[in-house]
C-alpha cells in the first residue's frame, strides 16, 4: 500500500503555543470591539426614538423633579430645557386655578407602591403659549445603578381626541335634549313628561306626593287667527317662561299640545298647596305681552289634581287633572279647579254613563222615545219627534242633557244620530204600514253627524230600505250649528244644501237658544224652526216679548217656514201660544214620549177611525 509522506511542520512547538495564545486574544478583542458597537447602536436607537417619538418622555426623581425630558415633551409643551429641567411639572404645566400651593407641590412624591399610580392619567395641561391642551400620562418606575429609583413619565397631547369626544357628546346631549324638550318653548316634551310622572309614581309608594297641574291657553285660537303664528308663537314661549319661574326646582313643566301644558309638582302636603302653586301661574300669566307694540292678553285655565294610594297610574292622575280643567272651561275660564270629593262624585258618575254609553251604542240597545207633533187649530197629528235616552240599571232613562257632554267627549255623537236615523225610519214603515203614512217623522242631527262623510249615503240607504220618500223623515238641526258656518265652503253648509236638493226637509231646533239670529235664515236653506216654550215664559206680562214672539211667527210664515213650539207643559201656556199665532205644538200637555210600541195605539186612540187623521178642534185640545 501507499503511504502518504509525514510532513513537518516549520514552527517548533513553543512558537505553535504562541501562535495559539495570540489568536484567543484577537477573538475576545473582535468580541469586545462588536458587543461595544452593538451597545452604541442600541444606545443611538434609544436617542433616536426618545428624540424622535410623538411621546413626551420625562426622567424624573421620586420626588417630581425633572432630570431628563425628549424633544417631543418641548415641542408637545412649547418650553425649553430651562423652563422644565430641575422643576417639579405640577408648578408650571397646570391652569392657574388647577396648580397646587407651593407646599404642595414641594411635599409631592411618586409612590411605587401605590397601585393607582401606573394607571393613566388624563389632565389638562397648559402650554407655555399659553393654549390648553389635554395630556395623558402613564408612569413607570426604574432603578439605576447605586439603587437610585426613577420614575418615568410618557405623555401623549390627546387635545384631539378629547375635542373630537367632547363634540360628539356635545351632538348627542343636543339629540338627547331634543328628544324630550319642546322645539318651540324649551319645556320638557310629553315623552319627557310622561317618564317624569312615572318616576314619581314609583316615589309615591314611597309614601311621597305630587301632583298635577293641566294648563290650558284660554282664547289662544283667537290671537294666533287675528294677530298671526308669530304672535302665537311670542305668546307661548313668553307664557312658558313665566310658568317655569312659579315652579320649583324639583318640579317639571311640559308642553303637551298646542296651547296645553302640564306642570307636575313634587313633594307636596296638600291639594291647597297645589292650589297655590295653580295661583301663582294664574297671576304670572295675567301680565299682557307687548307684541309689536301691541299689548296682549292669554289668561289660562287650570285643573289640578293631587295623587294618592287610590291613583293607579299616570294616566289616572292625568285623567282627573283633565276632568277638574273641564270643569273650570265649563264653569268660566281663568281660574283653577282642583279634583276634590265633590268633583270624584261627579267624575264617577260621568265614568260610569261613559261605560254605559260606550256598551249601548256598540249593542245598539239605547232607548228611543216618540213624541207627537199636533196642529192646535185643525187637531191633526203632524209627526212624531225621535228622542234618544240611555237605560239605567235603575230602569228609569237618562235624558239627552246628562249624557250628550259625555257622548261629545267621547266621539259617539255621530253614532248615536246614525242609530235616531234608524229608528225613525223603522217607525215610519210601521206607521205606513198601518195606513197612518201622513204622519212624518223627525230625528235630530248633530254637527259631527251631518259633517260625516257617510251621512247622507246612510240617510238614503234607510229611506229606500223602507220604500220611504224623502220628505217623509224630518231632519232637526241644532240652531247653534249656524255658529260653525262661517262661509259657502263650511262642510255643514254644503251638506244641508245638498240635502235639501235630495228632497229632504231641514229645520233649526232651540232657535230661540244661544246667538242665533234671524239672519241665519236667509243664509240656510232650511224649512222651518222649533221654539222652546220657555221663550215665552215672559209674554204674558211683557208686551214688548209677545210683540217679538208674534212678529217671529209672522215673519216666518211670511218666509214660508214652518214654525213648531215645543215644550208645551198647559193649557195656559197653548192658549197664550195659539193667541201669538201659533199654531203646530209639541210638549207634555199633548203627549209625554212613549215607546215606539205604544206609538200606533195612541194614534188609534186618538182618531176617529184607524187610518184617518184626528179632527180634534181647538175647543177639544185647549179647555
Known amino acids: 500500500m501507499f503511504s ?8 517548533s512547538l513553543p512558537a505553535l503555543i504562541a501562535v495559539g495564545f495570540g489568536w484567543r486574544q484577537h477573538t475576545h478583542l473582535r468580541r469586545v470591539q462588536a458587543q461595544l458597537a452593538q451597545e452604541r447602536q442600541v444606545t443611538s436607537y434609544h436617542r433616536m426614538s426618545s428624540q424622535n417619538a410623538d411621546a413626551g418622555i420625562l426622567v424624573q426623581t421620586m420626588d417630581g ?38 407646599a404642595e407641590i414641594k411635599a409631592f412624591r411618586h409612590d411605587n407602591d401605590d397601585p393607582t399610580s401606573t394607571k393613566i392619567i388624563l389632565r389638562e395641561n397648559i402650554r407655555g403659549d399659553g393654549k390648553t391642551i389635554w395630556l395623558e400620562t402613564t408612569t413607570s418606575f426604574q432603578v439605576e445603578d447605586g439603587d437610585e429609583e426613577r420614575a418615568i413619565l410618557v405623555c401623549r397631547d390627546v387635545t384631539n381626541t378629547i375635542n373630537r369626544e367632547r363634540r360628539i357628546k356635545a351632538a348627542s346631549d343636543k339629540l338627547t335634549h331634543i328628544a324630550a324638550h319642546d322645539t318651540l318653548t324649551g319645556l320638557a316634551n310629553r315623552g319627557e313628561f310622561l317618564r317624569f310622572i ?16 293641566h294648563i290650558d291657553l284660554d282664547n289662544f285660537k283667537q290671537i294666533n287667527d287675528t294677530h298671526g303664528h308669530s304672535a302665537g308663537d311670542t305668546i307661548l314661549v313668553t307664557i312658558a317662561g313665566r310658568m317655569r319661574e312659579c315652579m320649583r326646582e324639583t318640579d317639571l313643566i311640559a308642553r303637551i299640545g298646542g296651547d296645553e301644558f302640564v306642570a307636575v309638582c313634587t313633594g307636596l302636603h296638600s291639594l291647597e298647596e297645589l292650589e297655590e302653586i295653580g295661583k301663582c301661574v294664574i297671576e304670572a300669566v295675567e301680565e299682557p305681552i307687548i307684541w309689536d307694540n301691541r299689548a296682549l292678553r292669554c289668561g289660562i285655565s287650570i285643573g289640578a289634581a293631587l295623587s294618592n294610594e287610590n291613583i293607579m297610574s299616570a294616566d289616572d292622575l292625568l285623567v282627573r287633572s283633565d276632568f277638574a280643567l273641564y270643569d273650570v272651561k265649563k264653569n268660566g275660564r281663568g281660574r283653577i279647579a282642583t279634583y276634590n270629593k265633590e268633583l270624584y262624585v261627579r267624575h264617577t258618575n260621568e265614568r260610569c254613563i261613559a261605560h254605559k254609553l260606550h256598551k249601548a251604542v256598540q249593542n245598539e240597545s239605547l232607548a228611543f222615545l216618540y213624541q207627537p207633533i199636533v196642529g192646535i187649530a185643525s187637531g191633526q197629528i203632524r209627526g212624531f219627534e225621535t228622542l234618544v235616552r240611555l237605560n239605567r240599571p235603575t230602569g228609569d232613562l237618562l235624558a239627552p242633557t246628562a249624557f250628550f257632554p259625555v257622548a261629545r267627549s267621547l266621539g259617539l255623537m255621530a253614532d248615536i244620530d246614525f242609530l235616531a236615523m234608524r229608528a225613525a225610519t223603522n217607525l215610519k214603515a210601521q206607521l205606513n204600514a198601518a195606513d197612518f203614512g201622513q204622519i212624518y217623522i223627525t230625528f235630530n242631527v248633530s254637527p259631527e253627524a251631518i259633517s260625516h262623510p257617510d251621512f247622507a249615503s246612510r240617510l238614503d240607504r234607510d229611506i229606500l230600505s223602507h220604500a220611504l220618500r224623502c220628505r217623509d223623515i224630518i231632519i232637526e238641526l241644532p240652531a247653534t250649528i249656524t255658529q260653525q258656518i262661517h262661509d259657502n265652503d263650511s262642510a255643514i253648509k254644503k251638506a244641508i244644501i245638498a240635502l235639501n236638493k235630495a228632497g229632504y226637509i231641514t229645520i233649526l231646533d232651540h232657535f230661540d237658544c244661544g246667538n242665533v239670529g234671524l239672519g241665519h235664515l236667509a243664509k240656510l236653506a232650511v224649512s222651518g224652526i222649533k221654539l222652546d216654550c220657555s221663550m215665552t215664559g215672559s209674554i204674558r206680562d211683557d208686551h214688548k216679548a209677545m210683540t217679538i214672539f208674534t212678529t217671529l211667527i209672522d215673519l216666518c210664515r211670511k218666509l214660508d217656514l214652518s214654525v213648531v213650539i215645543k215644550s208645551v207643559e198647559d193649557p195656559d201656556q197653548a192658549s197664550l201660544i195659539t193667541d201669538c199665532g201659533g199654531d203646530v205644538m209639541q210638549g207634555f200637555w199633548i203627549a209625554p214620549p212613549m215607546p215606539e210600541e205604544e206609538v200606533i195605539p195612541w194614534l188609534s186612540a186618538n182618531t176617529d177611525c184607524p187610518g184617518g187623521m184626528a179632527s180634534l178642534s181647538k175647543e177639544q185640545l185647549i179647555p
Not at 425649553?80 to 386655578?97: C, H, I, K, W
Request: no cysteine.
Open 4 to 11: 502518504p509522506p509525514i510532513i513537518f511542520s516549520i514552527f
Open 198 to 213: 312615572n318616576q314619581e309614581m314609583t316615589k309615591k309608594q314611597q309614601q311621597t306626593t305630587f301632583g298635577i297641574l
Open 65 to 102: 423633579i425633572t432630570l431628563w425630558a425628549n424633544d417631543a415633551y418641548y415641542r408637545i409643551m412649547k418650553r425649553t430645557p430651562q423652563e422644565v429641567l430641575g422643576r417639579n411639572p405640577l408648578s408650571f404645566a397646570l391652569p392657574p386655578d388647577k396648580t397646587p400651593e407651593d
